[in-house]
């Protein structure tokens, strides 16, 4: 089954302590991504890859890196978290014609 | 600066009847116009898509108008299901680019 796969789920953290979000497509896609989901601004676009080791930033890319050593993983780090961070994180595969979304992050940083 | 937006953060609907989503966008330079729909503890899915050369795609229950003059995109479903209660988003996306730019969202409710 084509799909891309998040983890965690849900995680609470405390301010400064870094974290990992893994996000995995079965899919053999180039083209990966990571959004954010706020109420009231949507999904914005944190950092993208075109391709294995070719990543760049997006709309909102601040206290955020990401890395792109397999074709099929793209992780989302967060150094050193913040409250302003607590957000509802997607990863993204595409296509030429469609993008698959992960099931989402929810992320609380204290 | 929001380049996509969707006036309206919800949308209550009797089942049976039509539901209209709208959504502006500003840049005149995107070519595909999209919506997708979003469950709670779910990702967006894919609904349905138009090119910047045609103003109306159908698909099934699912029809999206595009009026390029007025910048405005629109989804209507006829006729509506309870199951269709659930997040709309619009998207704008440029040839070539597989970046996707949002909309704020709109929350439909079909009550039987």
């Known amino acids: 089954e084509a799909q891309v796969t998040q983890n965690p789920r849900y995680l609470i953290t405390v301010t400064g302590k870094k974290l990992t979000v893994t996000c995995s497509q079965n899919?053999?896609?180039?083209?990966m991504s990571w959004y954010r989901q706020d109420p009231g601004l949507g999904l914005r676009q944190i950092y993208y890859?075109?391709?294995?080791?070719?990543?760049d930033k997006g709309d909102v890319p601040e206290g955020y890196k990401v890395s792109r050593k397999e074709k099929r993983n793209f992780p989302l780090i967060l150094e050193s978290p913040s409250p302003n961070q607590t957000s509802l994180y997607f990863c993204?595969?595409?296509?030429?014609?469609?993008?698959?979304f992960g099931p989402g992050t929810r992320l609380t940083v204290l | 600066d929001q380049q996509v937006k969707q006036n309206s953060p919800s949308l209550s609907v009797q089942e049976g009847r039509i539901s209209i989503l709208n959504c502006d966008y500003t840049?005149?330079?995107?070519?595909?116009f999209l919506w997708y729909k979003k469950y709670p503890a779910e990702g967006p899915t894919f609904l349905i898509s138009?090119?910047?050369?045609?103003d109306k795609n159908e698909d099934g229950r699912f029809t999206v108008f595009l009026n390029k003059s007025a910048k405005h995109l629109s989804l209507h479903i006829v006729p509506s299901q309870p199951g269709d209660s659930a997040v709309y988003f619009c998207?704008?996306?440029?040839?070539?680019?597989?970046?996707?730019?949002f909309g704020t969202g709109t929350r439909l409710l079909v009550s039987p």
């Open positions: 998207a704008i996306q440029s040839t070539g680019f597989q970046k996707l730019v």
């Open positions: 890859s075109m391709n294995v080791e070719v990543t």
């Open positions: 840049n005149s330079m995107f070519d595909y």
């Open positions: 138009i090119s910047s050369i045609k």
């Open positions: 993204a595969s595409s296509s030429v014609n469609e993008q698959f």
């Open positions: 899919m053999n896609h180039e083209y």
